[in-house]
């Protein structure tokens, strides 16, 4: 009886995806490679019920968003603005990766407190946006502007990026994605004051009024700073103890 030779198929096992991974800042080095990054924290938030992607619900396709401008020469320094919102996303996933090991970070690290929060179920969601938000524009875009070596006339491409976002935001929350981004939906419906403010004044002008003034300060802080200066460690201070209100 002859013997017959079964052939096994091999199983080829695809990597599991995790935070620490995915966060890697080193493993990132074009904006293209930043948006994919972010899409699939995103997707991986969204998979496992993690809070964390009630920031990533609106950062992810924001990048996106500035990528296809970007390359479609809508800046007028598209050198820089590709330096800043490298540098800038970076800043976020240099924080998540940090916390996604275990790993403690600096006295008074704005992401180290957004993700003491996401530990806590009694915190709203409302609570963990508004800080994320806070930690990613009051630190990391000053940091983002210097290590970018942004001009001092880079403040009209900063402006027409803020734009962009939020462009991209009032998009995203027409037509929100998945659990985290029905969320950020939900949150700017449920929250008393933004639902005033987005009724009297409509979202575009009440967004586009807080992005001048964040972008105002981080262009003045962040411009030849190696760090996070004293006034807007103070003004993102500030602005944590305001959001513990939500």
């Known amino acids: 009886m002859p013997l017959t030779r079964v052939r096994q198929r091999a199983t080829v096992t695809a990597p599991r995806l995790s935070v620490a991974g995915l966060s890697d800042p080193a493993t990132v080095t074009s904006i293209e490679g930043l948006s994919s990054r972010l899409a699939e924290l995103n997707d991986l938030f969204n998979r496992t019920n993690d809070r964390r992607g009630v920031f ?3 950062y992810a396709p924001c990048v996106r968003r500035l990528v296809k401008e970007i390359r479609a020469g809508n800046v007028k320094d598209p050198a820089t603005a590709e330096r800043v919102v490298l540098a800038l996303g970076k800043g976020y996933l240099e924080g998540l990766h940090r916390n996604g090991q275990g790993a403690p970070g600096g006295t008074g690290s704005t992401w180290d407190s957004f993700s003491g929060l996401v530990k806590k179920p009694s915190v709203s969601d409302a609570r963990l946006l508004a800080s994320s938000i806070n930690a990613h524009w009051s630190a990391d875009l000053p940091r ?3 290590t970018a070596r942004a001009p001092a006339n880079f403040g ?4 027409k990026i803020g734009g ?8 995203g929350l027409a037509t929100p994605s998945g659990p985290n981004g ?3 939906a939900k949150i700017f419906e449920s929250q008393p004051a933004l639902a005033g403010l987005r009724r009297v ?4 002008t009440t967004i586009r009024a807080g992005m001048a003034t964040l972008m105002t300060e981080a262009m003045v802080s962040g411009r030849g700073l190696p760090a996070l200066g004293g006034a807007n460690q103070l003004k993102w201070s500030v602005r944590e103890g305001l959001i513990g209100l939500l």
């Open 201 to 204: 004044f409509g979202l575009d």
């Open 156 to 159: 009209g491409d900063l402006q």
């Open 164 to 171: 962009f976002l939020v462009d991209e935001v009032e998009h």
């Open 56 to 58: 990533t619900a609106i």
């Open 182 to 184: 029905r969320s950020v």
């Open 144 to 146: 983002a502007l210097a």
